[in-house]
């Protein structure tokens, strides 16, 4: 890994750890925070592996004490509270979709975009977030997901498409994931 | 670092090695699991409280802003167990997760952050097999929080220099006319870095090969 | 000769001839299709080089070729006989780099752990690091700044922690990159008179032209190509008369 990839893993947990300083815009009963737009770009601007790696440096630097959680939370708490399984699901979510852009990329457009953040950002996030707030709170299935997943679903949409639309700039202006021929960097 | 949730004290529960507490804390959660019954949460709880506010002698405020930010979700959890199953067990669940919450809560605030980085140091030794570089996460830390004031800068520039264009962009197309150059100037800032790093002598590989960019 | 051995640098620098300097040999530098540099040969042994020209005229990327921070695609760059190449490890160690934008060049927190950052990588032991760390703050007028966090000095204070971070690592050379672009009138004097002091052979690349007062050797780069190369005088008055003709 060249220190270039260091460089940019490290700017994207500062870019969630920032997203998480955004007050939460409230739609309805449940608030979105912008946190999961930050681990959507990661997968989507970075690639996989560097998605992957960035969104577990952001987690790691939380779990080591810093508050950077949305709301000032931080520490080993919410890694064992009832959003436990939500945390543990963003690197995955920045890997899953990290791979499918990288697999579109020449074809890579806002809609595309969206579909992808789509599957890596809400189902494979609800996946792991909804069983882990049902055994820890120990819901039914039912309750679990009407706590934990429907009332985000709009506001997931919505930042799977803002990640897909900002993605589609950055893929432009400054590709960031190798696949087609390499750009210019430096003046 | 200001502005961790490290608490600073001399007590017995600070000078324990991290790895041990991290210990402990997974041993809670596993036995909280294994026994859920009320009386053992309870317990749990109590002993959690001990340990914090007594032995580490962390201020009352540091874990009840933990217990106080959960509480309308214990309320209504609380409410739906005694509605759909009894009272014991909304009773033990609530106990259970309010007990995790705090110990974790505990570990942290008497755990410096250079000690816990060192544990991350610790368990990412065996990525040295698969040819990684467990010594880089430090540098990853520095860069990471190094960018957030950078970063924060960089945002209300581009948000100044639009407002001296007439007026900030709102809605979808700020996604694109704001956030998006926003995070291409940041990648080319990233990519500066990792230059300066490289000419301070970060790599040992050349970062290019002829023909590359 | 002086033949002086570094001794950070001993383990990949058996072969250096200090007294060669700089040598660009037949070198060109393309980005895709996009020629940057091309025919280049030069040797600087100078102890003072500055290189001038418009935007984008390709002294960024000629700067960066100086110390392998971008390899030629064409011909060789040699650093007291050492290819940038195969030897870049060595040649970075021989030559530092000074960045126009002193927050792309600040990585650490605070200033103290910045300044450190080059030492640990030569793998200079702890006690050591601290001295030449707190010499060097005291040096660039850094002193009462150790703990600060970085981000909270003015431009002027963060381009002097970037030139410590370079300089306590006690490169043989030094290339500043526009070191004084980004700074006002003070600062920018500062910095010149600053770089007038080092022993070290230095390479300017820069827009102020009265940085250059005092220097053996100006290149004025233009389309890629050295179009001019004399003592500060005749090179300036030759860009001055490039840039009329636009």
Redesign the interface.
């Known amino acids: 890994m060249k220190t270039r990839d260091l460089a940019y893993i490290a700017l994207f947990a500062a870019v969630i750890a920032v997203l998480g300083t955004i007050p939460a815009i409230p739609v309805g009963p449940v608030p979105i925070t912008a946190q999961t737009l930050g681990v959507m770009l990661a997968g989507a601007v970075l690639g996989a592996r560097r998605g992957f790696l960035a969104v577990l440096l952001f987690l790691v630097l939380v779990a080591v004490g810093l508050p950077l959680l949305s709301g000032g939370r931080g520490g080993l708490a919410p890694f064992v509270g009832t959003s436990a399984g939500y945390l543990y699901s963003w690197p995955v979510a920045a890997f899953v979709i990290g791979w499918l852009t990288e697999r579109s990329w020449d074809r890579y457009n806002v809609l595309r975009g969206t579909l992808v953040n789509v599957v890596g950002g809400i189902v494979v996030i609800y996946a792991v977030g909804v069983p882990v707030l049902k055994a820890v709170a120990g819901l039914t299935w039912g309750q679990a997901l009407t706590g934990g997943a429907l009332p985000f679903i709009p506001g997931d949409l919505f930042k799977a498409f803002a990640a897909a639309a900002i993605a589609d700039v950055v893929r432009r202006s400054y590709p960031v994931i190798e696949r087609p ?4 960097t ?2 | ?1 200001t502005l961790a949730l490290y608490v600073p004290v001399a007590s017995p529960v600070h000078r324990l090695p991290a790895g041990v507490k991290l210990l402990c804390l997974a041993a809670l959660a596993v036995l909280l699991f294994a026994r859920p019954t009320p009386a053992v949460a309870g317990a749990a709880l109590v002993g959690t409280l001990v340990v914090g506010l007594g032995a580490a002698r962390l201020p009352v405020a540091v874990l009840a802003r933990q217990a106080w930010a959960l509480r309308w979700f214990l309320l209504v959890l609380f409410v739906v167990h005694a509605l759909t199953a009894d009272v014991v067990s909304g009773a033990h669940t609530v106990l259970r997760l309010l007990t995790l919450v705090l110990a974790a809560a505990v570990v942290t605030a008497t755990t410096r952050v250079s000690e816990m980085v060192r544990v991350v140091e610790l368990l990412g030794a065996p990525l040295r097999l698969v040819g990684g570089r467990p010594e880089r996460v430090g ?1 990853l830390f ?2 990471a ?2 960018f957030v ?2 970063l924060i ?1 960089r945002a209300d520039r581009i948000r100044a220099a639009q407002a001296a264009r007439g007026g900030a962009p709102r809605g979808l197309r700020a996604l694109r006319t704001t956030v998006a150059p926003l995070l291409v100037q940041l990648l080319q ?1 990233a990519h ?2 990792s ?8 790599d ?8 590359g ?1 | 000769m002086r033949f002086r051995r570094s001794p950070a640098a001993t383990a990949d620098t058996d072969v250096a001839e200090p007294g060669r300097g700089i040598e660009l040999r037949g070198v060109g530098h393309r ?2 299709d ?1 020629v940057v540099l091309e025919g280049i040969d030069l040797q600087l042994t100078e102890p003072r080089v500055g290189v001038i020209g418009a935007n ?1 005229s390709g002294k ?2 000629f700067a ?1 070729l100086l ?7 064409q011909g060789q760059v040699l650093v007291d006989g050492l290819d940038t ?1 195969t030897q ?2 060595a040649v ?2 021989r030559v ?2 000074v ?1 126009q ?1 002193p ?7 605070t200033v103290a ?1 910045d300044v450190a ?2 030492l640990e ?2 793998g200079v032991p702890p006690d050591e690091r601290a001295a030449r760390v707190a010499e060097a703050l005291e040096r660039y007028g850094l002193a009462g700044h150790a703990d600060h ?3 909270l000095l003015s431009g002027g204070q963060k381009q002097l922690l ?1 030139i410590a ?2 300089l306590v ?1 006690q490169p043989a050379r030094v290339v500043f990159d526009e070191p004084t672009t980004l700074l006002d009138l003070v600062n920018a004097r500062r910095v010149a008179e600053l770089i007038a002091g080092l022993e070290q052979q230095v390479v300017v690349v820069t827009h102020h032209l009265d940085l250059l007062d005092g220097f053996d050797r100006v290149l004025v780069v233009d389309g890629g190509r050295v179009v001019e190369d004399a003592p500060p005088g005749p090179a300036v008055a030759a860009y001055r008369t490039l840039a009329e003709r636009r």
């Not at chain 2, 230059?195 to 970060?202: K, N, S, V």
């Not at chain 2, 040992?204 to 023909?211: A, C, F, L, N, S």
Request: charged share 25%; net charge positive.
């Open positions: 021929r390499r750009t210019a430096t003046r | 670092m540098l520095a860069m929080l190094r004031p950078v800068e800032m500066d870095v230059e300066a790093l490289d000419a301070r002598g970060a040992d590989v050349p970062v290019r090969r002829p023909g960019a | 980005y895709g996009r984008g960024s990327t960066r110390n392998g921070l971008v390899l030629p695609t190449r870049v490890r970075r160690r530092g780099f960045f934008d927050d792309a060049q600040i990585v650490h927190p752990e950052y080059g990588n030569q966090p970085a981000h970037a971070g370079v690592m």
